[in-house]
């Protein structure tokens, strides 16, 4: 049974929105929300990756 769920606004660039759209597709997945909750559950169970994925400054986009 899936678990009740909130909705939050995010803001994404529009290069971070095709990628979750083409993962999407290329997994044939529900819908965006699913997409992104999917990358979430991995980050959650995958503690290894969070000083790489967190721990580096990326500046694509700077504001």
């Known amino acids: 049974m899936p678990s009740p769920k909130q909705t939050y606004e995010v803001d994404l660039g529009t290069d971070q929105m095709a990628f979750i759209r083409s993962m999407k597709d290329k997994y044939e997945i529900v819908d965006e929300g699913k ?4 990358v979430i559950d991995y ?21």
Request: one cysteine or more; glycine letters at 8%; aromatic letters at 8%.
């Open 35 to 38: 997409t992104i909750r999917a």
């Open 43 to 63: 980050l959650i169970v995958t503690k290894g990756v969070h000083d790489e994925v967190f721990g580096k400054r990326r500046c694509f986009r700077c504001d």
